[in-house]
């Protein structure tokens, strides 16, 4: 067994990265097309580091401003019909769907059992994402608003996707709900995902593999599992998000997204997506007990967050928005991040993300004292 | 240089890189199926940047940095993790043989935070010095040394009580 020294970590990474590799997924026609529609943005003035932060506004103009104020939405009803009616937006505060009764070993979220680990739903006005993990498979789910997919017959156009998903063949109802098996074009026909019309005019996408180790599964099998999966996804859910931390005198800003992981049982917050401002920026919040770890993108000497020492770090990167990050490792028992950046990547000066990470009021790590809503 | 000729040179020059890209790019995500989402990205923006890129002396150098920068980004922004979906979900890692020890080292590196694991993967798989580790991140050599000594210790902590013999002192 290597020991844990540079020679040791060496002989480690080559070992794991040296594995047998499976066929490349990646796709350079996709590649070029792509980058060529990048290159036309930038020589027509758009640059890359603005195209997030607009992409990401585009979505709020188009399904319209999330008023953090407003109250919840209330659960979605089925009407007279017995029909489910789907919002046009969710409330990224409120995750819409959640997956039903799991055999015992799944759980939502990744499979490392390691704290931090565990991969966050992500619950937008658009989409609200889940995964699901077993022993040997793991599957996604993607749910969306009435009118966010296209339906032809033979295609289901989704946001977020380059292209249509290619209908297979019709797949048995979903609670009585019309669904199809899918596969994105040049893909392996033995596709494991199915999309079903939830509610009149809004879509659900649930994808599910095995892992390469595990037995080889009939293809009947995997479908089984991909319905029973998807006949237990639960529609029109009213438990809020609960978090850390309160956030006071933010006026102008919105929520745009939140990440979050499922702590006993209780959808709990990771990453907050907060975009506004003047000039157009983005703010994202994460704040999680101590013991849980954290990114570390802080490594500068730090100032002072009321009475905390904290680190501050300035992001670089190539095509992101570059900002401002500050952490705290250990403020109220909790491990604190925020990161700002603005809309044309530069810099408003030392401490801005100080200033914003003020806005902040902790609540402790004790899940108890947490609440949902945070803007205040 | 027309269009179809950078084309080429782009195809073949990524073609020939495939490999070694997506084993790096493994190293960092732990899954294939992220990993190629990863290389998707950097060979989406290389193109992008073909042009100028193909006339860089280290073209290996700029490509690396752009897979680091992509990595560390997704793992920021879940913008990132959004724009790629695809047709199925990601794959539970392929642990080979020794499923007990991988899946150890591997469930270490998922926990070394995604700057100090580009780190390690820069330094002692693709062999950087720190200086070369630091152009990639984007850092100071300072920084690479910490973010090292930080990894190091973070999985040595991990890997302590699965591993006998354990030893070693920080080094950056």
Redesign the interface.
């Known amino acids: 067994v290597p020991t844990v020294d540079e020679n040791g970590i060496r002989t480690l990474l080559r070992e794991t990265a040296d594995t047998d590799i499976p066929p490349a997924r990646v796709d350079l026609d996709q590649a070029i097309a792509t980058g060529r529609q990048q290159r036309r943005m930038r020589l027509t003035g758009i640059a890359g580091s603005a195209v997030a932060v607009v992409a990401a506004a585009a979505v709020i103009a188009v399904t319209g401003v999330f008023n953090p104020a407003s109250p919840p939405r209330e659960p979605i009803a089925p009407s007279a019909s017995g029909q489910l009616s789907a919002p046009d937006r969710f409330n990224p505060l409120v995750p819409y769907a959640a997956f039903g009764r799991l055999p015992a070993g799944w759980h939502v979220g990744q499979k490392s059992s390691f704290p931090g680990n565990d991969l966050m739903a992500e619950s937008a006005t658009t989409q609200l994402s889940l995964q699901v993990w077993a022993p040997d498979g793991a599957g996604g789910l993607t749910v969306y608003p009435v009118g966010q997919c296209r339906s032809a017959a033979s295609t289901l156009l989704c946001p977020l996707v380059n292209e249509p998903w290619q209908k297979l063949s019709r797949a048995p109802d979903v609670n009585g709900r019309p669904a199809y098996w899918l596969v994105l074009k040049g893909t392996s026909p033995g596709s494991t995902m199915i999309g079903w019309e939830y509610a009149p005019g809004a879509w659900a996408l649930l994808g599910w593999g095995y892992s390469n180790t595990s037995e080889p599964h009939p293809a009947g099998a995997v479908r089984a599992v991909v319905r029973s999966l998807a006949a237990g996804v639960r529609f029109g859910q009213s438990t809020p998000i609960l978090f850390p931390y309160t956030i006071h005198g933010l006026a102008g800003w919105q929520i745009t997204e939140v990440d979050y992981t499922m702590v006993n049982g209780q959808p709990s917050a990771r990453m907050l997506h907060l975009a506004g401002g003047q000039p157009a920026g983005i703010i994202q919040v994460n704040a999680v007990p101590a013991s849980t770890p954290l990114d570390g993108r802080c490594d500068r000497p730090g100032m002072s967050l009321d009475g905390h020492a904290t680190l501050d770090g300035v992001t670089v990167d190539l095509f992101a928005p570059k900002g401002q990050v500050v952490c705290g490792d250990d403020i109220d028992g909790l491990q604190v991040e925020l990161f700002f950046g603005h809309q044309r990547g530069g810099y408003s000066g030392s401490g801005t993300a100080l200033g914003y990470a003020r806005h902040l009021d902790l609540l402790g790590a004790d899940q108890a004292s947490w609440q949902p809503y945070p803007l205040r | 240089v027309t269009g179809d000729k950078g084309?080429a040179g782009?195809?073949e020059y990524?073609?020939g890189r495939?490999?070694s890209l997506?084993?790096?790019a493994?190293?960092l995500c732990q899954d294939?199926?992220s990993a190629?989402?990863l290389?998707?990205v950097a060979?989406?923006?290389?193109?992008?940047h073909?042009p100028r890129a193909r006339r860089m002396d280290n073209l290996d150098a700029y490509v690396r940095?752009?897979l680091v920068?992509?990595f560390?980004?997704q793992?920021?922004?879940?913008?990132?993790?959004?724009?790629l979906?695809?047709?199925?979900?990601?794959?539970?890692?392929?642990?080979?043989t020794d499923?007990e020890?991988?899946l150890d080292?591997?469930?270490a590196?998922?926990?070394v935070?995604?700057?100090?694991r580009a780190t390690?993967?820069l330094?002692?798989?693709c062999d950087l010095d720190v200086e070369q580790a630091a152009a990639a991140l984007?850092?100071s050599p300072g920084?690479v040394k910490?973010?090292t000594a930080?990894g190091?210790a973070a999985?040595?902590r991990l890997?302590?009580p699965a591993?006998?013999?354990?030893?070693?002192?920080d080094?950056g």
């Open positions: 084309e782009y195809v990524v073609s495939m490999t997506r084993r790096v493994y190293l294939w199926y190629d989402d290389v998707q060979v989406t923006r290389l193109f992008a073909w940095k752009i920068h992509a560390i980004s793992r920021r922004s879940a913008w990132g993790r959004r724009v979906l695809a047709e199925s979900p990601p794959e539970v890692p392929d642990l080979g499923r020890a991988a080292v591997r469930s590196l998922l926990c935070p995604p700057r100090q390690l993967v330094r002692f798989y984007g850092c920084t910490s973010q930080k190091l999985m040595r890997l302590e591993m006998p013999s354990i030893g070693g002192a080094r």
